[in-house]
């Protein structure tokens, strides 16, 4: 089972650049591109916030729009860029997004890997929160699949980065849901977005993982130095999540954009130590 993880793509109106310089809708039709050409295609695309930039109704559409080449299921949780009522406007009708409710967050069964998709909004701010609600239902969804693999994926990380200003603005109440997914040993990984880089880090028992954007970059800063944070357009990129039996879960950051090669691993014949080599020099 293969699940690609693209996030943050930040659409915007048709002809909208983002802070004046970035073309995120674009960017992501290229994002949408790479997965239907990648030569092992996944099963499921799950999108971890920051769909659109504004949480405008025409930015939905025009997700929609731009997702609508995908070939295979798309389950989408809130950033905060987003606005739940435009998102479920747009997307209800894909069937997977709760009917009511406060929350956004749901439950993807009928897969080798669970998937329990959380939404960390807290309207209006930067930040997210995993609030007293939503703790004791993600406690009630893990009470019910003890022992399936289980990814969790939301917006806001809950663990910290060293990304000094965004961490400022990740996900309150982390050290709550550490306590609460201390224990269950089929979680394989709690993957994010938010942070607009590549990202790991073991934490409450697991792997914690942070997506690079299908659009711009943050800035590497780990110094605090009281700067606000800043971005870069370094490459764009997706995680492909790869389940299998042999060897679990397995993780690759694959950048998004069109690269030289391939090319075969062959030494040129009076390259030095060449004749000395029982198998060819690869990798
Ligand atoms: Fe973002
Ligand atoms: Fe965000």
Request: aromatic residues 6%; hydrophobic residues 40%; charged residues 15%.
């Amino acid at each position: 089972m293969i699940i690609a993880q693209i996030t943050d793509f930040h659409v915007r109106p048709r002809g909208k650049l983002a802070y004046s310089v970035v073309d995120t809708n674009a960017m992501l039709e290229a994002a949408v591109a790479a997965i239907e050409a990648l030569p092992c295609r996944p099963d499921i695309v799950i999108g971890t916030g920051d769909l659109t930039d504004c949480g405008l109704p025409e930015e939905y559409v025009v997700l929609r729009e731009i997702l609508q080449p995908l070939s295979m299921p798309v389950y989408l949780v809130p950033g905060n860029h987003d606005r739940r009522a435009a998102l479920h406007a747009e997307f209800a009708s894909d069937g997977y997004l709760p009917r009511d409710g406060d929350f956004l967050h749901y439950v993807v069964e009928d897969q080798a890997v669970r998937l329990i998709g959380l939404d960390t909004d807290v309207p209006g701010h930067g930040h997210g929160r995993m609030c007293d609600a939503r703790l004791a239902w993600l406690g009630q969804r893990l009470a019910e699949e003890p022992s399936q693999p289980t990814l969790i994926f939301m917006h806001h990380p809950p663990f910290r980065t060293g990304l000094v200003d965004m961490d400022k603005i990740n996900c309150a109440n982390g050290e709550a849901m550490a306590l609460l997914l201390q224990g269950h040993v089929n979680i394989e990984r709690v993957v994010c977005g938010h942070h607009h880089r590549p990202i790991t880090t073991r934490w409450a028992g697991t792997i914690g993982s942070v997506a690079p954007s299908t659009a711009h970059q943050v800035s590497l800063d780990l110094q605090a130095q009281g700067d606000p944070a800043s971005f870069v357009l370094e490459p764009p990129g997706l995680h492909l999540h790869v389940w299998s039996l042999a060897a679990g879960l397995v993780t690759h950051t694959a950048p998004i954009g069109a690269f030289a090669g391939p090319y075969p691993f062959v030494l040129d014949a009076d390259y030095p130590g060449h004749t000395a080599q029982v198998e060819p020099l690869v990798g």
